[in-house]
């Protein structure tokens, strides 16, 4: 048996994921993972690549590559939103996968966790193109995805008007409308209630329940944010109205600075549209994005795309706190700088839960076809929240670790228990 299992193991490394082994690797200490532990973690169990055409414009048909992965199922049926963006790789599906299936198990969702992307700038497409993409790919995925299966979202570069015309494609191939097959949709066809803000406001309310438990006031916390898309300018309003100090704001244009702190309903206001600068308010200054994120400040937020903070940058930072509000912001290597410093993360499978906790209460609604008002979802949303948040720091200070190790902990411990369940390990 034992020789089997060792021979058998030197085929792995084709489909590991290779962050999620390095952090996997963080929690030997603290986790007593076996070799069948970690051998069932460290790579994902179903992986669907593929190479589809879209028909552009000009009458041109390009082939763009499509990637979806189900990381685990061990908790139900898997769950995570599908980004459209030009550096979407297997690699990164892979990582963002397993963070999600950390994420649902850490927020006690019945869910196992995926991702889904392609590879494309959607930037550069017309309005057309961009809709018989979105519909080449659930004409690529259906067999695969449902309700019961997996169930996809938006993410980055991708909206509700995008999971509008996915939702319609599979029930066109299905023969009725189902929409429990995608969350993250429009109202009108059956999305929910507060789910295009709940991602921020979910990481709000952890904000403020950190502030309780160190006793500051939001008048006294300096805040700067990087990204002011959908979660970043959502974040940016609420904050703002809670009476934080927001002193930068940046898109992938560049960025707006005011020590005095900036008016963030007349930045919004004033902006053209999510493609343009920001612009610039009077007593405020520009900005670049590596300059934003090593300004002097209570709490950091980056909310825009992965691997912002690095080994290089890492020693620069000066933040007391940092809220990932973007999937894996953080290096690994630059985690190690940050912790030496004394900085504490609040991570990303924690901090950004909200959107997939609004979206398990839109599957819910859709399964059962009673829909909730908006205070129920945001009642619900702050419990779901404050209760994960309360576990994670209450472990933190039990085990002398940090947030994110906490995180997996509770995350990795939960997957495990239900996986030795079914007898798989």
Known sequence: MTNYYMSHCLCEDKNICLNCRSWLDKLKDKIPLSEQDLSLLKKPKKVFTFAFPVKMDSGQVCYFDGYRVQYNDALGPTKGGIRFH??????????????????????????????????????????????????GFIRETHNFIGPDIDIPAPDVNTNEQIMAWMVDEYSKIKGRFIPGVITGKPVELG????????TALGGAYLLKRLSEIENKKP??????????????????????????????????????FDEQGLNIAKLTEEQKDNCSALPILNGAKTISNQGLLELSCDILIPAAISHQINEKNANNIKAKTILEMANAPITLEAEEILFKKRVQVVPDILANAGGVVVSYFEWLQNSSNDYWTEKKVFRKLEEKMNLAFDNVWALSQKENCDLRTASHILAIKKILRAEKLRGNI
């Open 86 to 135: 030009q550096e979407t790789d297997l690699e990164e599906v892979k990582m963002l996968s397993f963070l999600m299936i950390l994420k649902c198990a850490l927020l006690n969702l019945p869910f196992g966790g995926a991702k889904g992307g392609v590879c494309v700038d959607p930037a550069k497409l017309s309005k057309g193109e961009l809709e018989r993409l979105s519909r």
């Open 219 to 256: 008048e006294q916390t300096i805040v700067v944010i990087q990204g002011f898309g959908n979660v970043g300018g959502n974040i940016a309003k609420i904050l703002h109205n809670w009476g934080y100090k927001i002193i930068a704001v940046s898109n992938a244009q560049g960025g707006v």
């Open 191 to 198: 999305g929910s209630l507060g789910r295009s803000v709940a």
